[in-house]
């Protein structure tokens, strides 16, 4: 990209509407595409990453989702937000990286609420980012339709009906597996705070 195209657009594009840059995209500036990829990889990253549970394959699963979504430009409805758009097909994408390389996964009966707020100070930081990495490493032993949940929700904030629509499943079924994604993480982290004490 080069710092003609990324002043253009103001900075890292970031005064551009996602839907103004879809336009102009459609509209054969190449360069605009550019706008969403700045605003979204790093997020797209990170739900490839935690489905995958991989950084490889996420990579590999975030670039898919951009040509899928590159590609099917013209179908996307600018009366809806963009980022659930773009987050439904990097979790098919990601699903389907699953199904490919981790048919043989076994799955799990029934993940935790959302965390308590973190008290303030260096210590409390520093406890907060270990009970987040466990969390985030206990997730990657899940199913992957239940981190593809969990992610889409606590990680991406995203409200209930998006998920659904991020994962083109009933609302219904957006409460089981988040429910059961909860128990079975809450199990797994107590297991393994049983197992270092």
């Known amino acids: 990209m080069t710092e003609g195209s990324w002043s253009r ?3 890292p594009r ?3 509407s996602d839907q103004d840059l879809v336009r102009r995209c459609t509209g054969g500036d190449a360069d ?3 706008g969403l990829v700045e605003r979204y990889g790093g997020r797209v990253y990170n739900i490839a990453l935690r489905i995958t549970s991989d950084g490889d394959a996420a990579k590999d699963c975030a670039q898919e989702a ?3 979504a590159y590609r099917a430009l013209h179908q996307y409805d600018p009366a809806l937000p963009f980022g659930p758009w773009l987050f439904r097909i990097t979790t098919n994408a990601s699903l389907n990286y699953v199904q490919r390389w981790h048919a043989h996964e076994t799955p799990v009966d029934e993940l935790p609420d959302a965390p308590e707020e973190p008290e303030e ?3 409390a930081t520093t406890v907060r980012r ?5 969390v985030v490493s206990a997730m990657a032993e899940l199913p992957a339709p239940y981190r593809a949940a969990l992610t889409l929700r ?3 904030q995203l409200s209930y009906q998006e998920v659904a629509d991020a994962l083109g499943i009933p609302l219904g079924t957006v ?4 429910h059961r994604a909860r128990a079975a993480l809450k199990g797994r982290l107590a297991a393994r705070s049983k197992a270092q004490s």
């Open 121 to 123: 100070g260096p210590e």
């Open 14 to 16: 970031l005064n551009a």
């Open 154 to 156: 606590h990680m991406q």
């Open 9 to 11: 657009y103001g900075g």
């Open 32 to 34: 605009a595409f550019a």
């Open 66 to 68: 951009f040509i899928r």
């Open 130 to 134: 270990e009970e987040v990495a466990e």
């Open 175 to 178: 409460k089981t597996h988040l």
